[in-house]
């Protein structure tokens, strides 16, 4: 007995001639499943890099994480998005350090000019 709202599952019966699924002599039925995984393009962090080229481009990290910016927007529109990856993985850790740095500096200047 099926509950309510449930359709009745497709149960082989016994004693049938054409056998159960698996059995020699059987009808095979072969399933195949696509999966379709689209993943988020990768990220240039191109607005990041142009803010640290401006103003904060200490060691000219901006400059190279602007480079690497550029270079992994040119990868990710001509399709090779792994070399997209690579180079926006090189431009975000260039970006930060230039943030770092910043931010360091600007704390020693506030340090030195309240001494």
């Not at 004693?15 to 379709?36: E, F, H, I, K, M």
């Not at 910043?102 to 001494?115: D, K, Q």
Request: glycine share 8%; net charge neutral; aromatic share 6%.
């Amino acid at each position: 007995m099926n509950p309510v709202g449930h359709p009745a599952e497709a149960v082989p019966l016994q004693g049938r001639s054409d056998g159960l699924p698996g059995q020699p002599g059987a009808a095979t039925v072969v399933q195949y499943t696509a999966v379709d995984i689209t993943s988020e393009p990768p990220k240039d962090h191109i607005a990041w890099s142009q803010c640290c080229f401006s103003y904060s481009n200490p060691c000219c990290l901006g400059l190279a994480a602007l480079i690497f910016s550029v270079k992994s927007r040119n990868r990710r529109v001509a399709g090779d998005l792994e070399g997209a990856r690579h180079y926006g993985s090189i431009s975000r850790c260039l970006n930060i350090l230039s943030s770092v740095l910043t931010v360091i500096m600007v704390l020693i200047f506030i340090i030195i000019m309240t001494s």
